[in-house]
């Protein structure tokens, strides 16, 4: 049955009570930036949150986009794991997607929607300190082998003081997944990791990761296999299953980060479906992965 318009506004009323004042990180995968219009409805969405009294903070990604401008220059991408092998042509190019075209073009929309729009680095503010990852030792025919991925990081330390200046000023903090290590240099992080990093060194209240999937699927062929709700303890196990693999385990990782250290709860949504974080955050019946 469909609900009448005012119920369904009226239903929505205790969970901007609850939500009220508290900062939400919200991660837009480059999978969710699948057109020109579901990225506008996924920033009007942000920006109505803004207005009904949320801090939202977004952290982007840009993987799909960072694979064809290198194709274009004739460069082939590589992963080891789920992470760009980054040497030094591909950071440039990693921040050239990053921060020059997807950051920009996100505070842009905010700013077109009527929200206040600011744009970061893990350089401003020396908010994501890194270092780069180890190499890594992999059997090769039967022979062990070190693989560098390069510029690839993990952070150490998050200071979000900038970011709470921001929130405090009515900002939308827009943070590209990169950061600094103690000589300078810059290193690409995946967006996921970066976004469970910042909700919990913010005590966010909520974690919400858009993809182009309608949550944790049992089985990746069939849409209809959601899991609606995973429990930190069975995280592990999904992983070795072999359930969870590729893009999904920096994303489930970064949900688990996040709740361990406080956040009430990560989702894991699909952004490319217009308005489906309005559903999972003000309807009764919850859309995605809810990870607790
Ligand atoms: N169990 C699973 N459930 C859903 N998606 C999965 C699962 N295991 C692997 N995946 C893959 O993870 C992808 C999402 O990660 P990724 O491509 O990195 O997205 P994004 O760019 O939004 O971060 C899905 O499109 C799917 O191919
Ligand atoms: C180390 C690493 O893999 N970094 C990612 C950063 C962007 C990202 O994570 O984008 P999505 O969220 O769209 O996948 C990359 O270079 O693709």
Redesign the pocket.
């Known amino acids: 049955m469909e609900l009448k318009r005012e119920n369904v506004l009226i239903e929505a009323l205790p969970y901007m009570q609850e939500f009220y004042d508290s900062i939400m990180v919200i ?7 699948v057109s020109a219009q579901i990225m506008e409805d996924i920033i009007k969405d942000i920006v109505l949150l803004r207005y009904v009294g949320i801090k939202p903070v977004i952290v ?8 064809e401008k290198m194709e274009r220059m004739g460069k082939k991408a590589e ?1 080891f794991q ?3 092998i ?1 040497d030094d042509e ?1 950071m440039e190019i ?1 921040r050239m997607v ?1 921060v020059g075209n997807i950051n920009t073009k996100i505070v842009s929309l905010i700013g077109l929607f009527g929200g206040k729009g600011v744009g970061f680095t893990g350089y401003d503010g020396r908010m994501i300190l890194g270092h780069k990852q180890a190499a890594k030792h992999v059997l090769i025919d039967g022979v062990e082998t070190e693989v560098d ?1 390069g510029w ?2 993990e952070s150490e330390v998050i200071n979000p003081e900038i970011l709470h200046i921001m929130l405090e000023k009515g900002y939308i903090p827009v943070i590209s ?1 990169i950061a600094v290590d103690a000589k300078g240099n810059a290193l ?7 976004a469970g990093d910042i909700a919990a060194a913010l005590h966010a209240k909520k974690l919400i990761l858009m ?1 182009d999937v309608s949550g944790l699927l049992r089985n990746i062929k069939d849409p209809g296999s959601r899991i609606s709700r995973v429990k930190l303890d069975d995280i592990d196990l999904l992983i070795e299953e072999g359930v969870i693999s590729g ?1 999904m385990i ?1 994303k489930i990782k970064g949900a688990a980060v996040a709740v361990k250290s406080g956040v009430e709860r990560a989702h894991i949504i699909n952004g490319s479906v217009s308005h489906s974080m309005l559903l999972e955050l003000f309807t009764d019946g919850g859309v995605g992965t809810m990870i607790y």
Not at 27 to 33: I, S
Not at 188 to 194: L, M, P, R
């Open positions: 991660k837009v995968g480059g999978n969710a930036m982007h990604g840009g993987g799909p986009e960072i694979t992963f789920g992470l760009r980054t591909t990693a990053l991925i690839v990081g997944p690409n992080i995946n967006a996921d990791t970066v993809t893009g920096p």
